[in-house]
């Protein structure tokens, strides 16, 4: 490997970080107890519109206290989509659920035609439970991921949970700050649409607290479920009462005071992004959209090309970082014996395409150095 002398997606903290953890570390708050862990979920549950929010360690354990929360039972299955990260789907196993794998369409995110196909040709609907055909068990949830900022067809998977009785999830790690901007849900943001959302502060996201997450809802009894769930299910402070189990899942005030500060630059940040993704675009690359009738946080660009691997060794190289996007998931080892519906244009997008950098501290400079890489490779 070559000197990366352009990552793919780093973070960006020229902001108050600096202050705020020093703050912290002086006042002694650094573990999961805090001013600033409150202050950090009162900022994104403003942010985003909703009434709570509960701060956790990732967006994976994130997930798996949204999926504790919303009564996800070993033995049932959930729908997910395979052009995801793993960690939308390894929580399913975590609670003892199967995933059922669905495709995606041309905006990578699930492709709610076949959902809504599988759910009435696949599977028996009594009036309450949605029961598949093939494995004879309850599906009860449809996990939905905003692949790469961009967003779902909400409109529609609410229409199709609300027919069949199904829970929704949305895994908004990557789309901090998308929102719609007609239809149903305009002015709804990522996350804030389905039971309940999720997002991510690991060090790729659009802002990071190192590492961490948060999960929102409009029902604020849901959030404060995931909390306690979070802070070991501790029913009496004083005299450590627990009935259930529970996890070690609080973010701390130190991962707080970085997310705090972090917030505080999030529309700069989406700004940048826009401005770099219509760079790449002025040199007459590629890019797959972001839907109309939205407003994304522009978090990951995708360039399609019909020379992945040449294209990702060549940027490498030349000191650009870039990769190709996940392996499906339902292609994966754990996964391999789970149900996959006609899962095909998928296939057709992981052989293509390549995410190219896009931090936010990329300069205009830099992102005509890959654009002419890249436009030179691919002519
Ligand atoms: C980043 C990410 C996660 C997991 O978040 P972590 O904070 O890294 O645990 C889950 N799902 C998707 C789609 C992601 O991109």
């Known amino acids: 490997m070559a000197d990366v002398k352009i990552p793919l997606s780093v973070p960006n903290l020229t902001g108050r970080e600096l202050e705020y953890v020093t703050s912290a570390v002086k006042a002694e708050w650094v573990s999961t107890a805090g001013p600033y862990i409150m202050d950090f979920e009162k900022a994104i549950a403003k942010y985003v519109k909703v009434p709570a929010a509960a701060a956790c360690q990732s967006g994976t354990a994130g997930l798996h206290l949204a999926m504790m929360t919303l009564g996800i039972q070993a033995g049932e299955e959930v729908i997910v989509p395979t052009v995801t990260f793993i960690a939308a789907v390894n929580p399913v196993r975590y609670v003892g659920a199967e995933p059922v794998f669905m495709d995606c369409d041309d905006s990578l ?13 696949e599977c028996l609907f009594d009036g309450e439970n949605l029961i598949n055909k093939t494995s004879g068990r309850k599906i009860s949830s449809i996990v939905v991921v905003h692949v790469f900022g961009n967003l779902a067809d909400m409109e529609s998977i ?41 997002y991510s502060f690991n060090g790729n996201k659009i802002i990071t607290t ?55 630059q999030l529309e700069e940040f989406i700004e940048v992004k826009k401005k770099n993704y219509e760079i790449y675009c002025s040199s007459g690359m590629k890019l797959l959209p972001f839907k109309d009738g939205i407003r994304s946080n522009y978090w ?25 996007i996940w392996k499906l998931i339902h292609t994966l080892k754990p996964y391999r014996d789970s149900q996959a519906y006609q899962i095909e244009k998928a296939l057709w997008y992981y052989e293509r395409v390549v995410n190219i950098p896009c931090s936010t501290n990329l300069t205009e400079r830099e992102a005509a150095y890959v654009s002419e890489l890249i436009n030179d490779y691919d002519a």
């Open 109 to 121: 995110t699930i492709d709610v035609n076949k959902l809504r196909k599988f759910c009435t040709e």
């Open 158 to 198: 609410m229409d199709i949970a609300d027919t069949y009785h199904l829970k929704v999830l949305e895994d908004a790690t990557e789309a901090l700050g998308s929102y719609y901007m007609s239809g149903k849900y305009k002015g709804y943001f990522a996350g804030t649409i389905g039971d309940m959302g999720v």
């Open 210 to 264: 190192g590492g961490g997450g948060m999960i929102v809802s409009h029902e604020e009894e849901l959030v404060e479920r995931s909390r306690f769930l979070s802070t070991q299910a501790k029913k009496d402070i004083l005299y450590f009462v627990h009935e259930e189990i529970g996890y070690n899942y609080r973010m701390t005030n130190l991962q707080a005071a970085l997310g705090l500060a972090q917030i505080e």
């Open 300 to 324: 990951f660009y995708s360039y399609l090309t019909k020379k992945r691997d040449g294209l990702i060794k060549y940027l490498d190289e030349n000191g650009v970082q870039s990769r190709p």
